[in-house]
């Protein structure tokens, strides 16, 4: 299995850019999540869905932010417009059914995004 | 709200020893999970361990191993033998059982000395 994949791995913009995150989660796995890591709040969830149903997205930090899932086999994040404060590393990580025991959370290598 | 405290922000280790990472949680529930996850150089988020609340023997994988102190919200990582590669950002996790949602702590970077 090639594990979670996540593109671009690196991504520069400049503020006011429109910015897209895509995300491609383990086959068969029925949960995605979309998470953010900065060095003051370290990593938080954004948003998670469940067979391509958004579930829970409290953590969406502002209208700035939508994330998408038209599909088992991909989803994206999108920012528009981007700002500074917006730089990160995002992941996306997906998960298989609910009634699996510890419902382990399987990462993808994250995509580092710094809006200048 | 429940939250997970990891009070060490960096630790060190010398190779072959010990060390143990510290976490507490808070959380008013009684069916949950805990994780530990490594995020090494290459960002990576591996899981390490993890240790289900109702289960009152500690998790042990190879040279890992838990100490989950459940009355007192405690969850703390042991690390026997101590290897280079071990050598990473170390996240503690929680997660009620009837969601999906990882709330996870503040890390500890785990140095590692030759």
């Known amino acids: 299995d090639a594990g979670v994949i996540q593109s671009p791995r690196h991504e520069v913009t400049e503020m006011g850019q429109e910015v897209t995150l895509r995300c491609k989660p383990i086959s068969g796995h029925d949960y995605l999540f979309w998470y953010r890591q900065t060095m003051m709040r370290g990593l938080e969830l954004l948003i998670y869905f469940n067979n391509n149903v958004p579930i829970d997205d409290s953590g969406m930090p502002e209208d700035r932010f939508s994330a998408k899932m038209p599909n088992a086999s991909f989803s994206t994040l999108k920012i528009q417009p981007s700002e500074p404060r917006d730089s990160a590393v995002y992941f996306c990580?997906?998960?298989?059914?609910?009634?699996?025991?510890?419902?382990?959370?399987?990462f993808g290598p994250g995509t580092r995004l710094t809006v200048l | 709200a429940q939250t997970v405290t990891q009070s060490q922000p960096e630790m060190s280790v010398q190779e072959a020893e010990t060390v143990t990472l510290s976490c507490t949680y808070d959380?008013?529930?009684?069916?949950?999970?805990l994780f530990w996850y490594k995020q090494p150089p290459s960002r990576q988020m591996i899981l390490v361990i993890r240790?289900?609340?109702?289960?009152?023997q500690n998790a042990t994988e190879n040279r890992f191993s838990v100490n989950f102190q459940k009355a007192a919200k405690s969850f703390s990582l042991k690390i026997s033998d101590s290897q280079l590669g071990d050598a990473a950002m170390y996240f503690c996790a929680y997660r009620r059982s009837a969601t999906n949602k990882l709330i996870f702590g503040t890390g500890t970077l785990l140095a590692v000395q030759p």
């Open positions: 240790q289900e609340a109702y289960k009152q």
């Open positions: 990580a997906s998960s298989p059914l609910q009634g699996a025991a510890y419902n382990e959370q399987f």
């Open positions: 959380t008013s529930e009684s069916d949950y999970y």
